[in-house]
């Protein structure tokens, strides 16, 4: 199984603040990548595909890249609806496989 | 508008067989592929199973000997049937539209159903 390594498992913030959350495949996975953020108590909504490609709706301020093996997950300028947890997710081998989770707070 | 709904009986006995359903809406079962996620409590996500557009299956190794998932196209409807539970599959479970293509991901999920497996 491809092995999704997050990082950090948590970190806070403030308003305004650029954060990053970076996964680490551990074989390369071609782009094939998403980013989903989860609130408390809700389903997971999709944020990143293609590893750099916005979902429709998704605020601009949110922004994925990466290539190989490693991918990150920006947000430029931290607003109080991004607390939540964050995962990425690889479907370039089966079993599709989720990172442990990166839980942001406000500051 | 695309939507997912979870179903199922909230508790079940260790060693007994767990039966869901994913009611959609907005959306063809026989053009949409819908997967399986759960979450155990405080935990991350593990994809369970997929089923294809045109029927077909595929699931995750770790848990491929008691899975079934199955469908109903006419009630819009996809089933997970799960044997010989045990504690550690105490999970919400949610139910997502996979989009496939070049990329696949989960665009549009369920609320999901909690599951609890105790006696």
Same mark, same amino acid.
């Given at each position: 199984?491809?092995?999704?390594?997050?990082?950090?498992?948590?970190?806070?913030?403030?308003?305004?603040?650029?954060?990053?959350?970076?996964?680490?495949? &551990?074989?390369?996975?071609?782009?094939?990548?998403?980013?989903?953020? !989860?609130?408390?108590?809700?389903?997971? !909504?999709?944020?990143?595909?293609?590893?750099?490609?916005?979902?429709?709706?998704?605020?601009?301020?949110?922004?994925?890249?990466?290539?190989?093996?490693?991918? &990150?997950?920006?947000?430029?300028?931290?607003?109080?609806?991004?607390?939540?947890?964050?995962?990425?997710?690889?479907?370039? *081998?089966?079993?599709?496989?989720?990172? =442990?989770?990166?839980?942001?707070?406000?500051? | 508008?695309?939507?997912?709904?979870?179903? %199922?009986?909230?508790?079940?006995?260790? =060693?007994?067989?767990?039966?869901?359903?994913?009611?959609?809406? %907005?959306?063809?079962?026989?053009? /949409?592929?819908?997967?399986?996620?759960?979450?155990?409590? %405080?935990?991350?996500?593990?994809?369970?199973?997929?089923?294809?557009? /045109?029927? %077909?299956?595929?699931?995750?190794?770790?848990? *491929?000997?008691?899975?079934?998932?199955?469908?109903?196209?006419?009630?819009?409807?996809?089933?997970?049937?799960?044997?010989?539970?045990?504690?550690?599959?105490?999970?919400?479970?949610?139910?997502?539209?996979?989009?496939?293509?070049?990329?696949?991901?989960?665009?549009?999920?369920?609320?999901?159903?909690?599951?609890?497996? &105790?006696?």
């Amino acid at each position: 199984d491809i092995q999704m390594t997050q990082s950090p498992a948590s970190l806070s913030a403030s308003l305004g603040e650029t954060v990053s959350i970076e996964c680490l495949a &551990s074989e390369g996975i071609s782009n094939d990548l998403a980013w989903y953020q !989860q609130k408390s108590g809700k389903s997971p !909504q999709l944020l990143i595909y293609a590893a750099s490609r916005l979902q429709d709706g998704v605020p601009s301020r949110f922004s994925g890249s990466g290539s190989g093996t490693r991918y &990150s997950l920006k947000i430029s300028g931290m607003q109080p609806e991004d607390e939540a947890d964050y995962f990425c997710q690889q479907s370039y *081998k089966y079993p599709l496989t989720f990172g =442990s989770g990166t839980k942001l707070e406000i500051k | 508008q695309v939507q997912l709904k979870e179903s %199922g009986p909230g508790l079940v006995q260790p =060693s007994q067989t767990l039966s869901l359903t994913c009611t959609v809406s %907005g959306l063809s079962l026989t053009s /949409n592929s819908v997967s399986w996620i759960r979450q155990p409590p %405080g935990k991350g996500l593990e994809w369970m199973g997929v089923i294809w557009s /045109n029927g %077909g299956t595929d699931y995750n190794s770790a848990i *491929k000997s008691r899975l079934s998932i199955s469908r109903d196209t006419s009630k819009s409807q996809v089933f997970l049937k799960m044997n010989s539970l045990q504690t550690e599959d105490t999970a919400m479970y949610f139910c997502a539209r996979m989009r496939t293509g070049n990329y696949w991901y989960f665009d549009f999920w369920g609320p999901g159903t909690m599951v609890t497996v &105790s006696s």
